[in-house]
């Protein structure tokens, strides 16, 4: 998946932007969300827009770090 395509997943999900959805709600493998959420992560011009956080449901390592949520800021919308 590409930013675009977890973008339009993530809304569709969350039905709006800055409402927290399960990692595991996007239907990649395991190793699959971590890498990708992790790259994200990584990337200081995408990191920003992406909010992790920990609750209950399934844990997710993302750069070394439970997750189980991500929630997006609108703003991502300037870089896609």
């Known amino acids: 998946m590409d930013l675009r395509e977890i973008v339009e997943k993530y809304l569709g999900l969350a ?6 959805v399960p990692l595991g709600g996007f239907g990649l493998r395991r190793q699959e969300t971590e890498r990708l959420f992790s790259a ?18 399934e844990s997710y390592q993302i750069n070394g770090f439970p997750h189980t949520h991500v929630s997006l800021d609108a703003e991502i919308q300037t870089i896609l």
């Open 40 to 57: 994200f992560d990584e990337d200081y011009h995408i990191s920003r827009f992406f909010h992790f956080s920990y609750s209950s449901g």
């Open 15 to 20: 039905g709006a932007y800055g409402k927290p």
